[in-house]
Nanobody, 121 residues
Framework: QVQLVESGGGFVQPGGSLRLSCAASGSIFSINPMGWYRQAPGKQRELVAS???????NYADSVKGRFTISRDNAKNTVYLQLNSLKPEDTAVYYCNAYIRTKVGGPPYDYWGQGTQVTVSS
């Protein structure tokens, strides 16, 4: 059984910062990639950022220069540092990871439960 557990969401004023964390646990052989998505009310879920096992990153244009994704492979954890937050960043943020549970096995797509980020004055 594999689980992704997120933490770090909350309420922040425009211009503020938050740090999201997502820890994977269970029967894990490898994880690649890990990423963060978000879904605002009435909108489709969208990719925010992703990171490969050796650190290659990809960001949505709307967050480039403001958000930073990182990971700690020893802890099976991915982080998202959110800086210079804007009201349009308000959404539920979901952690995502493709996880192999055994050598030679296929990767499976796992999701966290979501954490709310609200940016408002």
């Amino acid at each position: 059984q594999v689980q992704l557990v997120e933490s770090g969401g909350g309420f922040v004023q425009p211009g503020g910062s938050l740090r999201l964390s997502c820890a994977a646990s269970g029967s894990i052989f490898s994880i690649n990639p890990m990423g963060w998505y978000r879904q605002a009310p009435g909108k489709q879920r969208e990719l925010v950022a992703s990171i490969g096992s050796v650190g290659g990153t990809n960001y949505a244009d709307s967050v480039k220069g403001r958000f930073t994704i990182s990971r700690d492979n020893a802890k099976n954890t991915v982080y998202l540092q959110l800086n210079s937050l804007k009201p349009e960043d308000t959404a539920v943020y979901y952690c995502n990871a493709y996880i192999r549970t055994k050598v030679g096995g296929p990767p499976y797509d796992y999701w966290g439960q979501g954490t709310q980020v609200t940016v408002s004055s």
